[in-house]
């Protein structure tokens, strides 16, 4: 059974940094890209970052593209998101995000449709 732990989430100023964490079991991590998406109060959940496979190919929403940075240990079984320069309009509640099936070396999703498990959530929250 596929399992999703997201952690690291809280309360940080503006301009500050977070560092998000997602702990993978159940599977081959390595044979899965993964996924951040967030939904703020009030809002649908939207994409913020992929990843392929390896790691070595990576993909941004542009709200936040250049202040945040998606990575992940496949020794570890954790894909990670490096949050700096945040933005009150960063709040969030935090998913990482796995799809169904293994995917393609190189492949990433952005859609929501294309994952099929997803972890608790992490609350981001960001005061101005």
């Known amino acids: 059974q596929v399992q999703l732990v997201e952690s690291g989430g809280g309360l940080v100023q503006a301009g500050g940094s977070l560092r998000l964490s997602c702990a993978a079991s159940g599977r081959t991590f390595s044979s899965y890209a993964m996924g951040w998406f967030r939904q703020a109060p009030g809002k649908e959940r939207e994409f913020v970052a992929g990843?392929?496979?390896?790691?070595?190919?990576?993909y941004y929403a542009d709200s936040v593209k250049g202040r945040f940075t998606i990575s992940r240990d496949n020794a570890k079984n954790t894909v990670y998101l490096q949050m700096n320069s945040l933005k009150p309009e960063d709040t969030a509640v935090y998913y990482c995000?796995?799809?169904?099936?293994?995917?393609?070396?190189?492949?990433?999703?952005?859609?929501?449709?294309?994952?099929?498990?997803w972890g608790q959530g992490t609350r981001v929250t960001v005061s101005s």
């Open positions: 990843i392929n496979r390896s790691g070595g190919r990576t």
């Open positions: 995000a796995e799809p169904p099936q293994n995917t393609g070396w190189n492949q990433i999703f952005t859609a929501e449709y294309k994952y099929d498990y």
